[in-house]
Structure formats: C-alpha cells, structure tokens
C-alpha cells in the first residue's frame, strides 16, 4: 500500500491540495479483482486465489484504518473513550467464552454508534467487532463467527455491496477532456494504481520468499503471481470512496474518477492477459 502511495505523492510533490489523494491508490477492490481471476479459470491454480484473497482483505483493512486515522474530522474524545469501553467489553466477552450472539450485537451497535459520533469512520467498529466474536469451534461444531458469517452473507452480497457499489461508484465524467487525465491528481491516482500497487505487491512478495519469511503460492510461476500483483492495481468502489473523503468538494470528483478508472481498466486487462496466457503456460496438445 505504500508503494502506489508513494508514486501518487512523487507526482503531485509540492501541492499542498493534491497531497490530500495520497491514499486514493492505495486501496484494492476486492469484488472486481476476484471478478477478474474467476474469468482466468483453472488456468490460475487455487493458491493463487487463496493468495489474492488474503492480499485483498488485508488491503481492505488497511483502507479502512487509513481512513480512521488520516480522514477523520473533528475527534470527539467522549464518544472515542466510550468506543474504547465497547471494545474492552467485547474482550471481556470473548475471554469469558460468551457464546451467544445476542450481547456482541448490542455491544456491537452501541460501539458502532459511538464510533460514529467520534468522528472516526465508523467502518472501523466493525473490523473491531469482528475481531472479537469467537472462533472457536463450539458443541454444534463450527464457530460462532462462522455460523454469522454465513447468516450475513446473502445480505452483504444482495443488499450492502450493491448499494455501497452504487452509492460510491459514480462514473460520471462530465466535463472531462483528453487533458484533464494528464492532470497530476489524475495521473497519480491512475499511475499508482498501475505501476505502484504492482511494485508493492509484487516486490514485497518476492521479497518475503527469499528471506524466507512465506512460501511461494504453490503451483504458481513468478510470472502468475505478477498477474496477481497486476490485478491488485483494481482500485474503483474503495478508491473512490477514499477519493470523496479526501475531496468533499464536488469540482474533484471528475480528475478522481478518471484517475481511478484509467488506473483500474488498464490494471484489469494487464493481470487477466499475464493470467490468461502466462509466459511459462502452453496449451495442452490434442490428442
């Protein structure tokens, strides 16, 4: 994430306004970027989607703390001390092996209210609230945050992503020209997309396996994982998102949005052709 982070603010150096995007590129769409590796098929083995997935969540978390520490406005240090006091009891509960569902949902509601009011995003609680719900598998054989897991998910993936998609991805482009996406806010959005996340990605990556730090996704070339590194430049729902926090003014919505779907189209097509015709694959000759 500090990779595309980086590339933005080199372009934009010296502009105290364009300066406030920086995190814009960091962020990875997990919904379009599965989307796009689905379309590769069997072609990516199942490592390297256990990889992605795992790369996209975390990325996701990520985002979401760079926006309660970086966009947040106006601290309330009443409503933060009670957010703290909600955490504090979701450990209590979970460290006293509480397992029904009904107290980590009204601690839940009450932190994320207070959250709310602190003038942290309030996206923040429910990572928080996550962390705490056991784990543990219990007398009816799965976890508690599985079995919720699974109850939330016709709704998340028919009602909350929906909505947060059309609420947040707006693509109008009124008022763009040709020049206008050379703009540095533009440009830096869309270039560390492109070029940043793939460094980052792909870099700490490798990095990681030869220090000996993680494994290499099984079964998968160098080549296939760049195609990974590739895909994570799918900024869109997140990174427009950020963009609308880091520039409330509707007269930036047009440069950040060229930006983030320049950067994510040519991201898309470069990871589905890396992953789609890696050079180290062949097709199968016919028998």
Known sequence: MAAPAMVYALINAG???????????????????????????????????VFLLALAIADDIGAILIIALFYAHDLSPVALGLSAIGAAVLFGLNRAGVRSFAPYLIVGIFMWASVLKSGVHATLAGVV??????????????????RVENALEPWVHFGVA??????????SLAGFDLGSAFAPIPLGIALGLFVGKQL?????????????LAKKPEGASWEQVYGIAALGGIGFTMSLFIGT?????????????IGVLVGSIASAILGYVVLRWPPTWRPARSK
């Open 15 to 49: 502009s105290e306004v364009g300066l406030r995007g920086w995190a814009i590129p960091a962020a990875t769409d997990i919904a379009f970027t599965v989307g796009v590796l689905a379309l590769v098929g069997s072609r990516a083995p199942p490592s390297l989607k």
């Open 162 to 171: 929906p909505i947060f998609a059309f609420a947040n991805a707006g693509v």
């Open 129 to 146: 609230v996550a962390l705490f719900i056991p784990l543990q598998t219990d007398d009816q054989g799965g976890s508690m945050l599985e």
């Open 200 to 212: 980052g990605i792909f870099s700490s990556t490798w990095a990681a396996v030869k220090l000996g």
């Open 245 to 257: 926090l880091a520039y409330p003014d509707p007269s930036f919505a047009t440069p950040v949005r």
